[in-house]
């Protein structure tokens, strides 16, 4: 009943900015937490950056002074800004989204943000 929406990716220039955005559809639950992650070609999934139902964002290192993550309580949804991306950014970007009342992590289907040289 669940559905994490996603929208935004594609191809960026070197240095250039993007705009990730995600809304967990047809949920009536409380948002514990929601974010994103993201997994580069040949490496492992990892955090990018996430946001809780304090408002207390959890951002990685490797992306931090870069990246920013807001969240819409009204509209449960997140924005992800990404400014100065670099090739190493390149990844299938995946929206994460944790609920009290569920015991389990909701995913969206992951979309792909290619950084050009």
């Known amino acids: 009943q669940v559905q994490l929406v996603e929208a935004g990716g594609g191809l960026v220039h070197s240095g250039g900015s993007a705009r990730l955005s995600c809304i967990a559809a047809?949920?009536?639950?409380?948002?514990?937490?929601m974010g994103w992650y993201r997994r580069a070609p040949g490496k492992e999934r990892e955090l990018v950056a996430t946001i809780t139902s304090s408002g207390r964002s959890n951002v990685a290192d490797s992306v931090k002074g870069r990246f920013t993550l807001s969240r819409d309580n009204f509209k449960k949804s997140v924005t992800l800004e990404m400014n100065n991306l670099r090739p190493e950014d390149t990844a299938v970007y995946y929206c994460m989204a944790r609920f009290h009342e569920r015991p389990d992590d909701y995913w969206g289907p992951g979309t792909q943000v290619t950084v050009s040289s």
């Open positions: 047809g949920s009536s639950f409380s948002i514990d937490v």
